[in-house]
């Protein structure tokens, strides 16, 4: 069965960081993309940014560029999602996704509250 496992996220200050982890279970991450989304209360779901399936190419929402890095390791079938600078604008729960055989998987989510 197919899996995406969101983690790492909680409650942080202002300023704060913390780094999120996408990992997979029953299938390679190797071969595709991988996109990290939020969705704050009473908000759409938006995304983050997104890494190519080698590494090499990745993109990143305006309000979190310069801020947030997303990297992978396919070695531990995961994708990070590096946040720095946190403001309480990006408390959200924040997903991950990935696009397999033409079908799209999501994660539960993990929660990160910016918060003092």
């Known amino acids: 069965q197919l899996q995406l496992v969101e983690s790492g996220g909680g409650l942080v200050q202002p300023g704060g960081s913390l780094r999120l982890s996408c990992a997979a279970s029953g299938f390679t991450l190797d071969y595709y993309s991988i996109g990290w989304f939020r969705q704050a209360p009473g908000k759409e779901r938006e995304g983050v940014s997104c890494?190519?399936?080698?590494?090499?190419?990745?993109n990143y929402a305006d309000s979190v560029k310069g801020r947030f890095t997303i990297s992978r390791d396919n070695a531990k079938n995961t994708v990070y999602l590096q946040m720095n600078s946190l403001k309480p604008e990006d408390t959200a729960v924040y997903y991950c996704?990935?696009?397999?055989?033409?079908?799209?998987?999501w994660g539960k989510g993990t929660l990160v509250t910016v918060s003092s």
């Open positions: 996704n990935a696009r397999v055989d033409g079908m799209l998987y």
């Open positions: 890494i190519s399936s080698s590494g090499g190419s990745t």
